[in-house]
């Protein structure tokens, strides 16, 4: 049996739908363990809500050689905010614990997984049954200016409703999934290093 494994913590059920394909699609089946967890949102103590993640995941799993954590969550703005997780503490904390995580590599989106979706506008329109008469797909180019909110605006504009979570997989079903991650770098240089690392591993 293979010893070594990837953690994937994630910020949400939104985020637990989106993840999911892409790792069917993106990582070689039965290759590693992946084990998910939801972090259930982005507070104040994200990096205690990771690290305690982590330790119950080594806790119960002490037959696992080495981890590799992936962080993925939302900037919750433009780029210009930092990324609520601070990579080098947390490391510092783990070292003193255990040995046996040898990465923790942050995924971030930005504004937020809904921003992503963007890049797949036709994708949207078609799930939202909107005539091509209809569709202005040149405002959504600067998928970074968009948002949950605006996506929310853009379902209620065509007599629709966007709800996050588990109920936004018949949504995330419907993009196209590899058009997102190839014209989405910050995506696909963590799904990579995923890959990467999984590859050193088995």
């Known amino acids: ?8 913590l994630y910020e949400g059920d ?17 290759k590693i363990r992946i084990t998910y967890d939801n972090l259930k949102g982005i507070t104040t103590n994200i990096n205690r809500k990771v690290l305690n993640k982590i330790f119950k995941h080594l806790s119960n799993n002490d037959n696992e050689n080495k981890i590799n954590v992936f962080v993925a969550i939302d900037r919750e703005g433009d780029r210009a905010n930092d ?6 503490k947390l490391k510092e904390e783990i070292s003193k614990v255990t040995n046996h995580v040898s990465e923790v590599i ?24 909107v005539p091509i008469t209809r569709r202005n797909p040149n405002k959504y180019k600067s998928i970074e200016s968009f948002n949950h909110r605006n ?39 963590g799904i990579e ?9 088995t």
């Not at 995923?194 to 591993?201: A, G, N, S, W």
Request: hydrophobic share 40%; proline share 3%.
């Open 106 to 129: 942050e995924i971030i989106a930005t504004q937020d997984i809904e921003s992503w979706f963007f890049i797949d506008i036709e994708g949207i329109y078609t799930f939202l049954k």
């Open 151 to 189: 996506l929310s605006n853009l379902f209620r504009t065509h007599n629709k409703v966007y709800l996050k979570g588990k109920r936004a997989a018949g949504l995330i079903d419907q993009l196209d999934i590899n058009k997102i991650y190839d014209e989405c770098q910050d995506l696909r240089a």
């Open 193 to 201: 290093k995923m890959v990467t690392l999984i590859d050193d591993m």
């Open 1 to 8: 049996m293979n010893q070594n494994s990837i953690l994937l």
């Open 83 to 88: 990324s609520p997780l601070n990579i080098p």
């Open 14 to 30: 939104t985020e637990e739908e989106f993840y999911k394909n892409i790792i069917v699609i993106k990582i070689p089946k039965r």
